[in-house]
């Protein structure tokens, strides 16, 4: 089974931006789905973005359209997130997970969560 770390959390202030990674390792497949969910305190874990093993497929969540962009290196076992003009709102912890497709991604269906990282925008 996959596993999955990601880094680059961090605080900025709203309208910043910030970059998230996520390497895979331990019997990587090269036809997993990966995405990023996130957790706010008091409320559910909420899909943020998915992309195909190819990226020619994506998704977003409505919030985050425009201002996100979910990418992937699969010669370096990676994907990223790319966030800008960052709101409070977005500030939770963000999750990486693995799942056979984008779709099953999008409905929590998922074979492997990384740890976590948080992010902070403030005002």
């Known amino acids: 089974q996959v596993q999955l770390v990601e880094s680059g959390g961090g605080l900025v202030q709203a309208g910043g931006s910030l970059r998230l990674s996520c390497a895979a390792s331990?019997?990587?497949?090269?036809?997993?789905?990966m995405g990023w969910f996130r957790q706010a305190p008091g409320k559910e874990r909420e899909f943020v973005a998915a992309?195909?093993?190819?990226?020619?497929?994506?998704y977003y969540a409505d919030s985050v359209k425009g201002r996100f962009t979910i990418s992937r290196d699969n010669a370096k076992n990676t994907v990223y997130l790319q966030m800008t003009s960052l709101r409070p709102e977005d500030t939770a912890v963000y999750f990486c997970?693995?799942?056979?497709?984008?779709?099953?991604?999008?409905?929590?269906?998922?074979?492997?969560w990384g740890q976590g990282t948080q992010v902070t925008a403030s005002s």
């Open positions: 997970a693995a799942g056979p497709s984008t779709l099953r991604l999008r409905n929590k269906q998922i074979d492997s």
């Open positions: 331990g019997r990587t497949r090269n036809s997993y789905a």
């Open positions: 992309i195909s093993w190819s990226g020619s497929v994506t």
